[in-house]
């Protein structure tokens, strides 16, 4: 834009608050790209924070917010081996995911003022995340502290998918309302991962050879409950699906099915899963490609939960 095209007031503006605007606009107009990184950040700090702990690097730095005393950044050493490095990416990428909930904040203020607030989430998250695994650290992986770290996470990506649909205002179905169907499936979400993390907080994946604190619980009693309450789930989606296939063909349906198809596959396919690393022995491989399906599972959920809304009619 040339000097002459601009208003007034525009161009009485003092340079660095130009500059400032345009950046601003700039980044509302790419606010839904913005929406699509947060999620993948998300999903990315789940899966570096599983590979933290499948590895055993938990505390492969030995304190927060430095990693060593008196060393922001891992050196290496015969002993500690590449575990430093691997505990030192997953904080390097918690940054980055910073600047990206920031950059959407940004986007989603200028361009949605009526999601300005659910902008700011993300941003918010992540520094209660980045506190809440400096804990983590600091007590030596206990499970009290590594499961709400998980949890807080499923929570942000489950909050990034609805943004992201909520921003492009994706079609909501036509039919009769769900509402309390849904909610419920958003309980039993809850307690399929809050299963999940006792699961592990009893297991033998504590993060680090010496962190050996684990949850006084029978792993087996505790993967058997949240083997009964995916079942719950199972069923209960059974019946969503059902009620869904009986909607108008009009409206989203199309989008609404697709929802409903992959969280069906994502939920048999992260219950298949489950089973085999119950029966294996829980092998570290198979261990990550659990946390990476409830990763999926959880984002799937949001999609499915945002387009299950019967139009107007239906609270949210």
């Known amino acids: 834009m040339s000097t ?52 055993g690097s938990g505390l492969g730095c030995s304190t927060w917010p430095q990693c060593e005393p008196g060393e922001f950044t891992p050196q290496f050493h015969g002993e ?17 995911l910073l600047v990206v909930a920031l950059l959407l904040a940004i ?39 590594v499961g709400p770290h998980l ?56 993060g680090d050879a010496d962190a050996t604190e684990r949850l006084a619980l029978d792993p087996a009693l505790i993967a058997r409950a949240h083997a009964m309450i995916v079942w719950a789930f199972v069923a209960l989606l059974a019946f969503l699906v059902f009620r869904l296939r009986q909607d108008r063909s009009i409206g989203a349906k199309d989008e609404v099915r697709k929802a409903w198809i992959v969280l069906v596959a994502i939920t048999f396919a992260q219950a298949a899963i489950g089973y085999i690393q119950y029966f294996t022995g829980l092998p570290e491989v198979i261990v990550g490609m659990h ?12 999609a499915f939960f945002y387009l299950t809304k019967a139009g107007a009619t239906e609270a949210r």
């Open 4 to 55: 002459t095209d601009q208003s007034p007031s525009a161009a009485a503006r003092p340079l660095p608050l130009r500059i400032v605007r345009r950046g601003a606009d700039f980044l509302g107009r790419h606010a839904r790209g913005l929406t699509l990184a947060n999620i993948a950040a998300q999903a990315g700090i789940i899966v570096t924070g599983g590979a933290v702990r499948l590895t």
């Open 80 to 96: 500690a081996g590449i575990h430093g490095f691997i505990e030192f990416g997953n904080r390097t990428l918690t940054g980055v």
């Open 107 to 145: 986007g989603v203020w200028n361009s949605r003022p009526d999601l300005k607030w659910w902008g700011l989430v993300p941003g918010i998250g992540v520094i209660g995340q980045a506190v809440v695994g400096g804990i983590t650290v600091l007590v030596e992986l206990h499970p009290l502290v």
């Open 151 to 206: 949890l807080l996470s499923m929570l942000l990506v489950w909050q990034a998918v609805w943004l992201a649909l909520t921003y492009r205002r994706a079609p909501r179905r036509d039919g009769a309302p769900l509402a309390a169907t849904r909610w419920l499936s958003v309980v039993l979400l809850v307690g399929v991962l809050f299963g999940g993390v006792l699961t592990t907080g009893a297991g033998p994946h504590s």
């Open 291 to 302: 946390l990476l399906g409830a990763a999926a599972l959880t984002a799937a959920h949001a």
